[in-house]
């Protein structure tokens, strides 16, 4: 039942932004563990930014600290992820996923998550 959807992805020229949105059903995201992965063609998905039992206090991965910020709206079971400063290394498949149990050293591990949702393109060009 349980469902997430992301959406915003584009082409953004280096240096741009884009806001991604990761819409939730089935589940609340008030009492799950929410994050974002991206994975680029032939990379392993990589972390990058967790909101730990949405206590609303985010860690994320030292590639994207100080341009991207999560948030969440509980009102509409969202979760965002702001994109700043783009970077043409930033250009992957970005997922949400959520997780009921995970502890806080699984945070950044992928396999440690139960719901995924279907990824959106982030392209950045040079």
């Known amino acids: 039942q349980a469902q997430l959807v992301e959406s915003g992805g584009g082409l953004v020229p280096a240096g741009g932004s884009l806001r991604l949105s990761c819409e939730a059903s089935g589940l609340a995201i008030n009492t799950y563990t929410m994050a974002w992965f991206r994975q680029a063609p032939g990379n392993e998905r990589e972390f990058v930014a967790g909101?730990?039992?949405?206590?609303?206090?985010?860690s994320y991965a030292k590639s994207v600290e100080g341009r991207f910020t999560m948030s969440k709206d509980t009102a509409k079971n969202t979760v965002y992820l702001q994109m700043n400063s783009l970077k043409t290394e930033d250009t992957a498949v970005y997922y949400c996923?959520?997780?009921?149990?995970?502890?806080?050293?699984?945070?950044?591990?992928?396999?440690?998550?139960?719901?995924w949702g279907q990824g959106t393109q982030v392209t950045v060009s040079s």
């Open positions: 909101d730990f039992r949405s206590y609303g206090r985010r």
């Open positions: 996923a959520a997780d009921s149990g995970l502890i806080l050293s699984s945070l950044r591990v992928p396999s440690q998550y139960d719901f």
